[in-house]
C-alpha cells in the first residue's frame, strides 16, 4: 500500500514539473521573441523557430511560427 501511494505521489509530481515546465517556456519564448523584434537578427531567428517547433510539439497553446524571411 505504501509502494502504490509512493508511486502515485511521484507520478503526480512529474505532471506538475511537466505542465510548469510549458508555462516557463511560453513566457521565455515569448520575451525572446520580443527580443528579435528589436534585433532582428537572423540567427536568433532560425533559433528561435526551432525552439518554437519544439515547444508546440510538447505543449499547448501553439506559438506561431517566425517567418525569417
Do not use: W
Not at 508511486?7 to 516557463?24: D, H, T, Y
Not at 536568433?44 to 517547433?53: G, P
Amino acid at each position: 500500500m505504501v509502494f502504490v501511494a509512493t508511486g502515485l505521489s511521484v507520478l503526480a509530481i512529474l505532471v506538475v514539473f511537466s505542465e510548469r515546465s510549458c508555462g516557463i517556456d511560453h513566457l521565455t519564448l515569448t520575451g525572446d521573441i520580443k527580443s528579435y523584434e528589436q534585433s532582428l537578427d537572423p540567427e536568433l531567428c532560425e533559433d528561435l523557430v526551432e525552439k518554437i517547433d519544439l515547444f508546440n510539439d510538447q505543449c499547448k497553446p501553439q506559438i506561431e511560427t517566425l517567418d525569417c524571411g
